[in-house]
């Protein structure tokens, strides 16, 4: 399995489009990436991590694990070994400051492809639009590994500022932020064919484009804005590609198209933090920066963490068993009491869903969802909490089938073209194949496979389900070598 060969690739180009759902795509809504699937080979049933958050999808990107390996348990989570004071906010770049001195620079635990990379003597530059946290994360150690990474937030949400002072002095003032965001996206692909792919020849480029993802949630998921946009990166991507295909040594690329996680429409948005305050339990937002007076700190979205900060399992107890009894809630977890069973009460264990870790919250609750369709005609329907976006706005974090489901398409040697392959993969798998197209061995912490390796491993597949009073919840997984996937969960009918 480790015997020398030649690499596939000297050059691998791996373009983001967040939030994207695959089927969003299609040779009407995304022609580019529809001739690109046809052209290589597409991992129709791809999976994101839980939570499926960017912030922990791009964690789980970088390093090829999920979160009981990487540690970044959420987009936002309470980490009382870095602060008390408040919930930490990994879209702020001094929170992640803040995160890497109080962890000794191991705020993210595992190797990401980066290192590997850079141990190799191999260049990475990165081009992101995504948030400062999303710009560390897809190389938390970019600037001791040597490597390039661009922030479209400017210098102060990079490592390498000066990645951001070469780009603006060629190419002039970072683009206005509008919604849908047109400007970033065009500016982003300029930057990475005309810089980075043109100038820079890194041995890896990776471009992270913040759209569809954005008009998703503030747009809608299929309304004609978030549509023209959609077709808009689709054009960027297209670029990109007439880029590749017009160099001399054109065969010697590959190229990669992803997502970290896709979305479903809300149907209503509701105040959790309220709604348990009214049963005598104080908590706090981690929106809210404080957590003074508060028996427990919550995340939301449509998931997210709670923390008990006063009244220990008793308070957690009292929590979830309220949370069991209403019909908002979709899906509950706690520490393992086993493989499978938290230990609250009809919850599941963390570990099940590769959210055991020593950062792991009290109690992880999912709020209910579907697959009805939203008023475009799109599967899959949710509750959020109230505060971030519009209701019927996207939202993902959960375990809907069309969160968890993302795009992966590799076009590369030893990728069948055309071919949609069905069986089990996930985001956890780009690292170790983008290492592997040039002839790198991953590193030890990784837990996804080379895809153009991993036809061998026989999956496993498996789905559980628990629940105490009336609630019942479900989970399916498949396990692959090592690397599990989660394929849907949700709240199970009795
Ligand atoms: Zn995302």
């Known amino acids: 399995m480790n015997a020398p060969t030649k690499p596939a690739a000297d050059k691998v180009v791996v373009c983001v489009f967040d939030g994207l759902r695959p089927d969003f795509i299609t040779p009407e809504q995304t022609p580019n990436l529809a001739r690109f699937a046809g052209q290589g080979t597409w991992f129709r049933e791809a999976r994101s991590v839980f939570p499926s958050m960017t912030r922990v999808a791009t964690t789980s990107i970088a390093t090829g694990a999920p979160p009981r390996v990487h540690g970044v348990m959420g987009n936002a989570f309470l980490f009382p070994e870095v602060t008390r004071e408040h919930v930490l906010d990994l879209s702020r770049a001094d929170d992640i400051a803040l995160a890497e001195v109080k962890t000794g620079g191991r705020f993210v635990e595992a190797e990401s492809f980066g290192d590997v990379l850079a141990k190799a003597g191999k260049s990475l530059a990165v081009v992101h639009t995504g948030s400062a946290g999303s710009a560390y994360l897809i190389n938390p150690r970019a600037k001791a590994n040597g490597h390039w990474t661009f922030s479209i937030f400017g210098r102060e949400h990079t490592q390498t500022p000066e990645a951001v002072d070469e780009v603006v002095a060629r190419f002039g003032p970072l683009p206005p932020r509008n919604l849908p965001r047109f400007e970033e996206t065009d500016y982003a692909e300029q930057v990475l064919r005309e810089h980075v792919l043109e100038v820079m020849k890194p041995d890896v480029a990776l471009v992270w484009f913040n759209e569809p993802d954005t ?64 049963q005598g339990h104080a908590g706090r937002r981690a929106a809210e920066r404080t957590l003074e007076g508060a028996s427990f700190s919550m995340t939301g979205g449509n998931m997210g963490e709670i923390r008990i900060l006063e009244g220990g399992v008793e308070k957690r107890d009292a929590i979830a ?174």
């Open 215 to 278: 008009s998703f949630h503030y747009r809608f998921l299929g309304s004609q804005e978030t549509l023209s946009v959609l077709k808009h990166v689709d054009a960027a991507f297209g670029r990109i590609l007439d880029w590749v295909a017009a160099q001399p040594d054109a065969e010697r690329y590959v190229v990669i198209a992803a997502s970290d996680h896709g979305q479903i429409s809300s149907r209503d948005a509701l105040d959790l933090v309220g709604l348990l305050g009214a």
């Open 321 to 494: 068993a309220w949370l069991r009894e209403q019909d908002l809630l979709g899906m509950l977890f706690s520490k393992a009491r086993n493989e499978v069973e938290g230990e609250v009460e009809g919850s599941f264990a963390l570990p099940l869903v590769d959210l055991g870790h020593r950062r792991e919250p009290d109690l992880v609750y999912v709020l209910r969802s579907g697959n009805e369709v939203d008023a475009y005609g799109n599967p899959g329907l949710g509750l959020i909490t109230k505060g971030d976006v519009p209701v019927g706005g996207g939202m993902h974090g959960g375990l809907n089938h069309y969160e968890l489901n993302t795009v992966l398409m590799v076009q590369a040697e030893g990728f069948a073209p055309g071919h949609v392959e069905h069986g089990p993969s996930g985001i956890i798998d780009i690292a170790p194949t983008v290492l592997g197209l040039l002839g790198l061995a991953p590193a030890a912490s990784m837990v996804g496979h080379s895809l153009a390796g991993a036809n061998g491993l026989e999956p496993s597949a498996r789905s559980f389900e628990t629940g105490a009073g009336g609630f019942r919840q479900m989970v399916e997984i498949v396990d692959r070598g090592g690397a599990r996937f989660v394929r849907q969960g949700g709240r199970a009918s009795i």
